[in-house]
């Protein structure tokens, strides 16, 4: 079965600083894999996704991910953070084909000013 | 831009009484799920539903839940039973197409349930 771990449930950067964000997987073979955020009160928005291709992906918000398949990883980076970026954050990744999502546990991100 | 919602924003329920979950899917979308978290665990997957039937289910997804969508609108999911471990937010999504990689989903804002 294929698992995500994300590394650090609360990451706290400054205004400015790089955001960095880690997710692997365990995964047989290359999964699809998604990041998605969760603003207050709000349901999950997808940020950027990786299936095939390109192995540096960019999303919105400034955002972007590459996959590296020799480390099983997929790191959501932004280079100088927002204080609108506060949210939490979820690696989510998809068997190839199949409909669900299997997410991590989330990572809570807090900007300092 | 078109929105997932999702009714009510929190429900409160006694443990053994039967709850019903709504959402109103995106109008054009033909794929809808239910996920839940419970507090401070993994979002996980409950059901996927295409073309009136489910099209999978995780372990989960035992006897006491069902989903129906009952006219071109609404989503549901019903508990049969409420156990003080459904307690969790349930966030209902859907999609254009089938498989998470062709269109992706999107979420509602979740409903919080509370079984006492």
């Known amino acids: 079965a294929q698992s995500v771990t994300q590394l650090g449930s609360h990451v706290s950067v400054s205004e400015g600083a790089l955001v960095l964000l880690r997710c692997n997987y365990s995964?047989?073979?290359?999964?699809?894999l998604f990041w998605y955020v969760q603003y207050p009160n709000q349901g999950l928005q997808l940020l950027l996704k990786?299936?095939?291709?390109?192995?540096l992906v960019k999303g919105i918000n400034g955002f972007e991910a590459e996959f590296k398949k020799s480390e099983t990883s997929f790191h959501l980076t932004k280079p100088s953070a927002h204080m609108s970026d506060a949210a939490e954050y979820f690696c989510a990744v998809s068997p190839q084909g199949a409909q669900k999502l299997v997410f991590g546990q989330g990572t809570r991100l807090t900007i300092n000013p | 831009e078109p929105e997932v919602t999702q009714t009510p924003s929190h429900q409160v329920t006694q443990m053994g009484q039967e709850v019903i979950l709504r959402c109103v899917p995106i109008?054009?979308?033909?794929?809808f799920y239910w996920y839940r978290q419970i507090l401070g665990q993994k979002v996980e997957f409950l059901v996927s539903f295409y073309n009136n039937e489910i099209s999978e289910k995780s372990e989960i997804f035992d006897d006491q839940f069902s989903v129906e969508r009952p006219d071109g609108s609404n989503f549901t999911l019903k508990i049969r039973s409420t156990k003080l471990e459904d307690s969790a937010m349930y966030f209902c999504?859907?999609?254009?197409?089938?498989?998470?990689?062709?269109?992706?989903?999107?979420f509602g804002n979740g409903t919080r349930l509370t079984v006492t």
């Open positions: 999504a859907s999609s254009e197409q089938g498989g998470s990689y062709n269109s992706p989903l999107h």
């Open positions: 990786y299936t095939t291709g390109a192995t």
């Open positions: 995964s047989s073979v290359p999964p699809y």
């Open positions: 109008s054009n979308h033909l794929y």
